[in-house]
């Protein structure tokens, strides 16, 4: 019953930006600390973001660190991470996750979506 549902990804040039979105249902969506995480073939799964339950607090990869903002609207169940100043190796198919707890990483309990490819390419 749990689902979260990425939207919002798609193919862009270097320097440009994109928000993503997750809609959460099947569970209390404000009542848990959400995540950003990534996949690459190369890489494989690399931790993006963190949030909160209520947004006060956030928490981003080195990498992303000053392009990425990591947020949340619990009153529609979405969470969101825009993203500027896109870079190549920021290609990545991207997921949001529900966590048990606030903090950086990933862990066994984060519960992934479907995922949403971002594609930064010239």
């Known amino acids: 019953q749990v689902q979260l549902v990425e939207s919002g990804g798609g193919s862009v040039q270097p320097g440009n930006s994109l928000r993503l979105s997750c809609v959460g249902s099947?569970?209390?969506?404000g009542s848990w600390p959400m995540k950003w995480v990534r996949q690459t073939p190369g890489k494989g799964s690399e931790?993006?973001?963190?949030?909160?339950?209520?947004?006060?607090?956030?928490r981003y990869n080195e990498a992303v660190k000053g392009r990425f903002t990591i947020s949340r609207d619990n009153s529609k169940n979405t969470l969101y991470l825009q993203m500027n100043s896109l870079k190549p190796e920021d290609t990545a198919q991207y997921f949001c996750?529900?966590?048990?707890?606030?903090?950086?990483?990933?862990?066994?309990?984060?519960?992934w979506g479907q995922g949403t490819q971002v594609t930064v390419s010239s």
């Open positions: 931790w993006v973001s963190s949030i909160n339950s209520d947004g006060t607090h956030t």
């Open positions: 996750t529900k966590t048990n707890t606030f903090t950086s990483g990933l862990n066994d309990d984060d519960y």
């Open positions: 099947g569970f209390s969506f």
